[in-house]
């Protein structure tokens, strides 16, 4: 009677096949420890050439011998070349991140507006204040355009900057002027849909 591959233990990494898995038990059974090195060795020249575009880049040898640690159950006594994983850290939680729960104003804007607009009102005034806010309020001008085409004119912009600086940077429209962008389209990083017409 025939032994199918579902009848037999489920593979760790089941990537590498069975013959591998097969070649890393045989390693484990090895008890000369010098022995069971250089069987270890073939084996990840074996898992190498698995992927032969990889074999040679450092990382990914690195790779392999974390995973041959895992296949083998993290019993395998060997001088292995890299700190390898282990059974404590293969399944660590990362720790959480935090996320701002804060709101934010105008949402086309963005929460890294908001902290840019913060971060150039609390300069002194300068050259290096005048270019970071008008980088920040052309910026504006593109968001503004991709949300409403209809209200994206510098007079919005210019209010907007002032209420969120809090009234520290006060642009007038008649003396500042905006980048005019034409291309709608391109800002919004939306394709247009194109007609199709049935011949």
């Not at 059974?29 to 990840?44: L, Q």
């Not at 429209?173 to 005019?180: A, C, G, V």
């Not at 291309?183 to 247009?192: A, E, Q």
Request: aromatic share 8%.
């Amino acid at each position: 009677m025939l032994t199918y591959n579902t009848q037999l233990k489920k593979l760790v990494l089941p990537e590498y096949g069975r013959n591998i898995q097969q070649m890393v038990n045989h390693c484990l059974s090895i008890s000369d420890k010098e022995e069971r090195t250089r069987c270890a060795y073939s084996i990840i020249n074996t898992m190498g050439n698995l992927f032969p575009n990889l074999r040679d880049v450092e990382e990914f040898r690195h790779k392999l011998w974390d995973h041959l640690a895992i296949m083998s159950d993290f019993k395998l006594d060997i001088d292995y070349p890299f700190e390898v994983i282990t059974a404590d850290n293969i399944n660590k939680i990362p720790n959480r991140l935090e996320y701002h729960s804060g709101t934010i104003k105008l949402r086309h804007y963005g929460k890294y507006m908001e902290l840019m607009i913060v971060k150039a009102s609390l300069l002194d005034d300068g050259e290096e204040k005048d270019k970071l806010v008008s980088l920040i309020a052309n910026h504006m001008k593109k968001m503004l355009l991709s949300e409403n085409s209809d209200s994206a004119d510098d007079a919005k912009v210019f209010k907007d900057l002032y209420e969120y600086s809090k009234g520290k940077i006060n642009l007038n429209p008649e003396t500042y002027h905006l980048h005019d962008f034409k291309d709608v389209s391109n800002v919004s990083g939306k394709k247009k849909k194109r007609n199709r017409q049935v011949k």
